[in-house]
T-cell receptor, first 111, second 114 residues
Framework: RKEVEQDPGPFNVPEGATVAFNCTYS??????FFWYRQDCRKEPKLLMS???SGNEDGRFTAQLNRASQYISLLIRDSKLSDSATYLC????????????FGAGTRLAVHP | EAGVTQFPSHSVIEKGQTVTLRCDPI?????LYWYRRVMGKEIKFLLH????????ESGMPNNRFLAERTGGTYSTLKVQPAELEDSGVYFC????????????FGQGTRLTVV
């Protein structure tokens, strides 16, 4: 079983749509959780951290369910510029802050 | 402020040759990480330096890979001899001291072994 598993995608949605990505992680002792965004042939960039109480940043909402070991990302009112691969990332316990990545879910927003 | 820079951006080498990748972290960042993404797979951790010391090299695939960070500044990752399965994108990331600081990634080196 992979340490971090994500929806396989790709997701093809029209502008203005709401899209949700899901992710599960295997290590219940994992400490920190993130969503990264990666554009084609670019480096991963932090989109947002995910907190236990859930958090929102503009059109983006992240949720964490520690009991189910489940993380989600909701994007409202999708823009063309949201097209990218979204990576679910977990920081394991005692890992000197190394990051464990999911394989990513590709999002394509079309006009 | 300059970000994490990696050199070269692309490298094509023949099986059996040696390649050295370089990473210049953001100035002042003590933590430096190497990651790799092979085609169709997730980005995977290779190793972590704190200054010049290796803190965790549990992700290094085998002894054909050697990472160094002399003086605690830039780092090199040498693959010798390269094999076909080493092809992929090698990312470097750096992070300042502190448990909740963000890691910043370089644009990666795309390595193709033919």
């Amino acid at each position: 079983r992979k340490e971090v598993e994500q929806d396989p995608g790709p997701f093809n949605v029209p502008e203005g749509a709401t899209v949700a990505f899901n992710c599960t992680y295997s290590n219940s002792a994992s400490q920190s959780f993130f969503w990264y965004r990666q554009d084609c042939r670019k480096e991963p960039k932090l989109l947002m951290s995910v907190y236990s109480s859930g958090n929102e940043d503009g059109r983006f909402t992240a949720q964490l369910n520690r009991a189910s070991q489940y993380i989600s990302l909701l994007i409202r009112d999708s823009k063309l510029s949201d097209s990218a691969t979204y990576l679910c990332v977990v920081r394991p316990p005692g890992g000197y802050n190394k990051l464990i990545f999911g394989a990513g879910t590709r999002l394509a927003v079309h006009p | 402020e300059a970000g994490v820079t990696q050199f070269p951006s692309h490298s094509v080498i023949e099986k059996g040759q040696t390649v050295t990748l370089r990473c210049d972290p953001i100035s002042g960042h003590d933590n430096l990480y190497w990651y790799r993404r092979v085609m169709g797979k997730e980005i995977k951790f290779l190793l972590h330096f704190v200054k010049e010391s290796k803190q965790d090299e549990s992700g290094m695939p085998n002894n054909r890979f050697l990472a160094e960070r002399t003086g605690g500044t830039y780092s090199t990752l040498k693959v010798q001899p390269a094999e076909l399965e080493d092809s992929g994108v090698y990312f470097c990331a750096s992070r300042p001291t502190g448990s909740n600081t963000e890691a910043f990634f370089g644009q990666g080196t795309r390595l193709t072994v033919v």
